[in-house]
């Protein structure tokens, strides 16, 4: 199998020179992240000139098994905030300007850690702004055989292995490490997947650093080495709503998606191997179309990934518009996929910040990845990560309005 498609591998010995797999395929994006500060700051205008510095910190409350967990805050020089987690390191909100420069809520989260570690919000399993590791999206059965060993994974979802396993990314503590940058407010978050951890192979050590920009993105960059072969898949699972309170669901936001051809899946949403063409089925979004024109066409909702037209850098993947707030997203990414979901199984149980009930298709995820079951599938690009090789992945969330 070819090495990661623009994973960044950088070989040690070779002067880190960058080692590319060439794939049909585009760049994608990330997710973003919030600040759960009073109910005033959802109300706030974005003003420019505000003094962006160090990141704060607070309780987020206790682990079921008692740890102790952070909320950092990171405002930018506009007042954008975001709120991230070392539970997960989950974006629990964010909070940016509409067309009118109100400040206002755009990701579904929960007040304090508590409403990640419920018995409602476990058997539902959304993943709110988690990070997904080690390998996000479906791997088929929970199987699959690198340098000619068979490893079986934790299923948990059905058959398969979801995001993880039981105990992914998303439910451990991160070591965090909240800094500044030049482009904005930093929290640096570190994690030790040890080898064997859900049956995964290999001491995988991973470094995730979000970075609130200045220009108004919240940038996720992925880093992670390995002392074992491994696969490895990174990505966000935020969910936004960019309306903030005058629509309950996500379904009048208009999607772009720069991909000619998207994945099939079977019942279990494994590939069936198929990429098929998006001209002429409701999986076109080479031109804006709101998420809600023709998801009765498809069973079930979007659940799919797409294969990103673009092959090498940092590139386009999707754009979002909410003609009632006016705002707008861009994602950029360097993965040659993105998993556009909509909230499908969402049903009204979970009730998140400002006593929100999260009912079906209340947010919609754009996950940048590589494609699912790529570990059992060698046409597609390749998720192995060897020792002395250095995974890097970005992706971007971008902000803006359109009056």
């Known amino acids: 199998m070819s090495k990661p498609h623009h994973f960044s591998l950088l070989t040690a010995g070779l002067s880190g020179a960058l080692l590319l797999a060439s794939c049909e395929s585009k760049t994608t994006t990330t997710k973003t992240s919030e600040s759960a500060d009073t109910a005033s700051d959802s109300t706030a205008t974005a003003s420019a000139g505000v003094a962006a510095g160090m990141p704060t910190s607070a309780s987020f409350g206790k682990t079921t098994d008692g740890t102790e967990v952070k909320l950092f805050t990171l405002t930018n020089a506009h007042g954008l905030k975001a709120t991230i987690s070392n539970f997960g390191g989950t974006v629990t909100g964010l909070q940016v300007p509409d067309k009118n420069g109100k400040l206002g809520e755009v990701v579904l989260g929960f007040d304090d850690v508590?409403?990640?570690?419920?018995?409602?919000?476990?058997?539902?399993?959304?993943y709110f702004g988690a990070l997904i590791g080690r390998y996000g999206n479906r791997i088929a059965k929970g199987r699959f055989t690198l340098d000619g060993k068979t490893y079986q994974l934790v299923t948990n979802n059905g058959e398969n292995t979801l995001h993880g396993g039981k105990i992914g990314f998303d439910q451990v503590v991160w070591n965090a490490e909240p800094g500044t940058s030049a482009d904005g407010p930093t929290l640096k978050l570190t994690y030790l997947s040890k080898d064997g951890e859900e049956g995964y192979p290999g001491n995988l050590n991973v470094t995730v650093v979000y970075t609130l920009t200045d220009d108004d993105a919240l940038k996720i960059d992925y880093t992670a080495t390995t002392d074992k072969a491994t696969v490895v898949n990174l990505t966000n699972h935020a969910y936004?709503?960019?309306?903030?309170?005058?629509?309950?669901?996500?379904?009048?936001?208009?999607?772009?998606?720069?991909?000619?051809?998207?994945?099939?899946?079977?019942?279990?949403?494994?590939?069936?191997?198929?990429?098929?063409?998006?001209?002429?089925?409701?999986?076109?979004?080479?031109?804006?179309?709101?998420?809600?024109?023709?998801?009765?066409?498809?069973?079930g909702g979007y659940d799919h990934n797409w294969l990103l037209?673009?092959?090498?850098?940092?590139?386009?993947?999707a754009t979002v518009y909410d003609p009632a707030s006016g705002r707008t997203m861009d994602v950029t990414t360097d993965q040659p996929g993105i998993q556009f979901y909509t909230g499908n199984f969402l049903d009204g149980t979970l009730t998140g910040k400002g006593n929100t009930q999260y009912g079906k298709h209340a947010g919609f995820c754009l996950e940048t990845q590589h494609f699912p079951d790529s570990p059992n599938q060698a046409e597609f690009p390749s998720t192995v990560l060897k020792p002395g090789e250095t995974l890097h992945s970005t992706t971007s969330y971008q902000f803006g309005v359109r009056k």
């Open 240 to 299: 936004f709503n960019l309306s903030h309170g005058t629509s309950k669901d996500i379904m009048a936001h208009e999607v772009t998606i720069p991909a000619d051809r998207y994945n099939v899946v079977d019942a279990g949403l494994i590939p069936t191997g198929e990429l098929r063409p998006v001209r002429g089925t409701p999986f076109d979004f080479i031109t804006p179309h709101a998420i809600g024109e023709r998801i009765a066409q498809v069973p």
């Open 309 to 317: 037209n673009q092959t090498s850098g940092q590139h386009l993947a």
């Open 114 to 126: 508590s409403g990640y570690q419920s018995a409602a919000f476990r058997k539902s399993t959304p």
